[in-house]
């Protein structure tokens, strides 16, 4: 019995190796969960459904959006991390979660480099600086001239602490020697409804989440961020055109699943992935909402969040944003 016992375990460690493969090469069996840490209506929530509605036509499984807002993105990210590292659990992430929190807050329930496993770095999109009509300037230096003969009386969107929309606000208010008030929202669409509402008097938000908005003349763009100008909004002049190099700022999105999921899982993901968003069909459907596609490969991702981390250390510091 012991020699059989021993042949026997001598036979599955030989079978052990080929069982990763198979995973990956099985993958998916059963519906996959996409969280998204901010409400719908946000570009994080477009992005991710028209990913989930491509790679459920390609995978043959259903692939599902679950919003899971809160603390910044945190709740969600803090979901997935908790989640059984086998495939069927993703993180559709904004550099909140990933690059920034770590740097407002004093205390977080999870670590964003060695509870996540990065996937793809999918798409990014510009954030629109746009203000509501009723406030009464067209451009930057308008705005300056308002802000300081009114301190303290006008305020600011974001879709939240911390987020990048949030820390460009906070550069601007720097840069300028500005008296606006950061009025933090729990997404893209809140913050959207009261900006179109004028319950704020402008607001930093993502592309796709208010220049629909923009060009129905509900809002008044007055800049974009980024180093250029998008194909999404090539009308609109950007931070750095204007004399603001260092409001330089976007919003990304990252695929990452939870810490030791299986690395041929992780690899077919980021190539359905890659394939997924620079199809050109969704890459069209996409740039009308103003994100722009990129699509990596995990070595890339990961390279690219440490230097996000070490990017917004700096920012954070020299914006001043601090937790509201």
Do not use: C
């Amino acid at each position: 019995m012991k020699i059989k016992a021993h042949n026997l375990a001598l036979a599955l460690f030989a079978i052990l190796p080929l069982s990763t493969p198979l995973q990956a090469q099985n993958y998916p069996v059963k519906p996959i969960r996409f969280v998204v840490a901010y409400p719908p209506g946000g570009a994080t929530d477009i992005l991710a459904r028209v990913m989930a509605q491509k790679l459920t036509e390609s995978f043959g499984q259903q692939v599902v959006v679950e919003n899971r807002s809160g603390a910044s993105g945190m709740v969600g990210a803090e979901a997935v991390t908790k989640a059984a590292p086998d495939g069927y659990t993703v993180l559709i992430s904004t550099a909140a979660e990933i690059a920034i929190n770590q740097h407002l807050f004093s205390r977080m329930s999870y670590d964003p480099v060695k509870d996540l496993a990065p996937v793809s770095y999918a798409a990014h999109a510009a954030v629109l600086f746009s203000v509501h009509p009723s406030v009464p300037v067209n451009s930057i230096a308008q705005l300056i001239a308002l802000a300081r003969a009114r301190p303290g009386e006008l305020t600011y969107a974001s879709v939240g602490t911390g987020s990048v929309h949030h820390l460009a606000g906070e550069l601007l208010k720097t840069i300028t020697r500005i008296n606006i008030v950061h009025i933090p929202y729990k997404g893209a669409g809140p913050a959207v409804i009261d900006m179109v509402g004028g319950h704020v008097s402008m607001g930093f938000t993502a592309l796709p989440s208010s220049l629909p908005h923009a060009r129905a003349g509900k809002l008044r763009p007055i800049a974009v961020t980024g180093s250029k100008r998008g194909e999404a909004a090539p009308d609109i002049a950007t931070f750095v055109e204007l004399g603001f190099p260092a409001i330089d700022v976007v919003s990304w999105f990252g695929v990452l699943f939870p810490a030791r999921t299986p690395a041929d899982i992780v690899a077919k993901l980021s190539t359905e992935v890659a394939r997924t968003v620079n199809n050109p069909e969704v890459k069209a459907k996409l740039l009308q909402q103003g994100i722009e596609v990129i699509g990596t490969t995990p070595e890339q991702f990961a390279k690219f969040i440490q230097s996000e981390v070490a990017r917004y250390a700096k920012v954070i510091k020299e914006s001043g944003a601090k937790l509201d």
